[in-house]
């Protein structure tokens, strides 16, 4: 009897190990990807790229993203992770040299990095102390995704100002419920390839950073 207690205990306890290993080797992961991408950032900004170039490199840096979930299972997923937050890094540089050139770009970007910085430690830190499952947010998620690309899409064509300033702020709202279901992912079993498992929340604080940028200086008065 002791024997098999001995072995449940043991049985019972593998998942936790596995899904402590993938949340570890995720948040390291995902620490040098967001650095990678701001010494790209920073390079793009030195080297003075347009924002047409910038939109090049996004092309490029989502093409890549098909490549880094068809080889997330090798090791040629490490490189090809890097490559993509690389040039999504990339293409933010003239986004933040034309923040940076206002009278205070410095202080809205630093204020965007502490905000976001804040969003996900705290939503993380929510889910890893509650374990609570945030699965049920899948789909309604996915259909503000959905809206948010769509709107997206057409104010590149009708240039509505308001739009733009209620597709920020939804995708706020979303990337911070997406931090919530993808961190609940990953400590509930649901995803267990931790490249695959960077990749959502690099997206997450990406988008979220960019959009809440754009809030900032909306209210300020400077975009």
Do not use: W
């Not at 993938?22 to 003075?48: D, E, H, I, P």
């Amino acid at each position: 009897m002791q024997d098999k207690s001995v072995f449940q205990t043991h049985a019972g306890s593998m998942p936790a190990l596995e899904t402590s290993k993938v949340l570890r080797n995720t948040y390291l992961l995902l620490g040098m990807t967001l650095v990678t991408s701001a010494m790209c950032a920073g390079l793009a900004m030195a080297m003075n790229i347009g924002h047409g170039t910038g939109l090049v490199l996004s092309i490029l840096g989502f093409v890549m993203l098909f490549v880094v979930h068809k080889t997330a299972d090798s090791s040629k997923g490490i490189v090809a992770i890097f490559v993509f937050t690389g040039l999504l890094g990339a293409a933010l540089g003239p986004m933040l040299k034309a923040y940076l050139a206002l009278p205070n770009g410095g202080e809205l970007v630093m204020q965007a990095l502490g905000g976001t910085a804040l969003v996900f430690f705290g939503l993380s830190a929510y889910v890893l102390t509650t374990r609570k499952d945030f699965s049920f947010l899948g789909g309604f998620l996915m259909i503000g995704l959905l809206v948010i690309v769509v709107a997206s899409i057409a104010n590149l064509f009708f240039q509505v100002p308001a739009a733009s300033l209620a597709i920020s702020a939804a995708a706020v709202f979303i990337m911070s419920g997406l931090i919530l279901f993808d961190t609940s992912r990953i400590i509930h079993g649901g995803e267990t390839n931790y490249i695959r498992a960077t990749v959502a929340l690099y997206l997450d604080i990406y988008n979220l950073f960019v959009h809440l940028l754009h809030l900032l200086g909306v209210f300020s008065g400077d975009d």
